[in-house]
Each structure stands twice: as structure tokens, then as C-alpha cells.
């Protein structure tokens, strides 16, 4: 097997394809597929600009979302199906997933569709794509109507 820097590791199998191995406080990209009032439960696409070869698995837990009010926390308005997130490894969890945190502030949804769907038929997309207006909201640039969500701060680094 052929080393690159870490924590990347070429396959000198696959032509130059990259195998990412995730550890403990890396930053990972991530789509939320599903939430529970306790989880959302998340499919982990990237470690930092680097995409992933094959998705894992990923549970960010309600305690896991904020620092701050954790009492208060409600997954449903934090993450919706659909967003993207970014998202920090806290654990290796078992076999088939990996725990997650968005609790700093440059953790959380990236990427997000308002909930109404568009006028155009485009149902099948979600709505249109929204943008942050705090840490907690985000808005429908046309509509101008906001929804709940853990937004992450704009990283001021470029990749």
C-alpha cells in the first residue's frame, strides 16, 4: 500500500483512487437522511475537500448538537432530510457508524432547501435553497420566511 500524507491513504489497486480512514476530531461532510426526536442520522460523504470512495454512516445525538441549552435542544429544529452538514467525529462508534458533534460554532448545516415546495413543479428538488441569518435560522431568499436549524459559521478558509 502506497502512504500519502495523513490521514489519507492511496490504494495502489485502484489507479490513484484515494481510501479515506476517519479518526477521533476529524471534519466531515455529511446529508442528513433521517431524525428522530433523540438523532439524525446522517450519511458522510467527505473528510475535509476530500470525497469519499464509499459513504458511512453517521448519528449526531440530540447532546451532541450544541454546547449551549442541551435541555432545549429539538433534532426536528436543528436538521431537516436533506441538509448538509459538517460535523466533527467524537467516535468510532460500532461496526456500521460513526458519532458526530456540531457542537461549535463552525459545526453544522452548510446547505439547506426551504421545507415549501417550488411553484415551478419542482417538487422532487425540495425548495429553494436557503441562506444563514444566524446561528439558529436559516432563509428563503425569495419568500424571505425562515426555518429552524444549527447553522454552522462561515469558514473564513478557502479550500
Known amino acids: 500500500m502506497l502512504r500519502v500524507s495523513n490521514p489519507y491513504k492511496a490504494d495502489a489497486d485502484h489507479a490513484g483512487a484515494q481510501n479515506?480512514?476517519?479518526?477521533?476530531?476529524?471534519v466531515v461532510t455529511t446529508r442528513v437522511l433521517r431524525i428522530t426526536s433523540k438523532q439524525a442520522h446522517v450519511e458522510i460523504l467527505a473528510l475535509g475537500?476530500?470525497?469519499?470512495?464509499?459513504t458511512c454512516q453517521g448519528i449526531i445525538k440530540k447532546e451532541d448538537v450544541s454546547d449551549q441549552d442541551i435541555d432545549r435542544i429539538e433534532i426536528p429544529r436543528c436538521f431537516r432530510p436533506g441538509d448538509i452538514v459538517r460535523a466533527r467525529v467524537v467516535s468510532l462508534g460500532d461496526s456500521r457508524q460513526?458519532?458526530?458533534?456540531?457542537?461549535?460554532s463552525e459545526l453544522g448545516v452548510v446547505y439547506a432547501?426551504?421545507?415549501?415546495?417550488?411553484?415551478?413543479g419542482r417538487a422532487e428538488g425540495g425548495g429553494r435553497v436557503m441562506v444563514p441569518v444566524s446561528w439558529e435560522a436559516m432563509m428563503d431568499p425569495v419568500t424571505k420566511a425562515t426555518e429552524p436549524r444549527?447553522?454552522?459559521?462561515?469558514?473564513?478558509?478557502?479550500?
Open 20 to 26: 479515506v480512514v476517519l479518526a477521533v476530531g476529524h
Open 49 to 54: 475537500s476530500v470525497v469519499l470512495r464509499q
Open 98 to 104: 460513526y458519532y458526530l458533534k456540531t457542537a461549535e
Open 113 to 120: 432547501r426551504s421545507q415549501t415546495q417550488l411553484e415551478e
Open 150 to 159: 444549527k447553522v454552522a459559521k462561515p469558514s473564513a478558509k478557502t479550500d
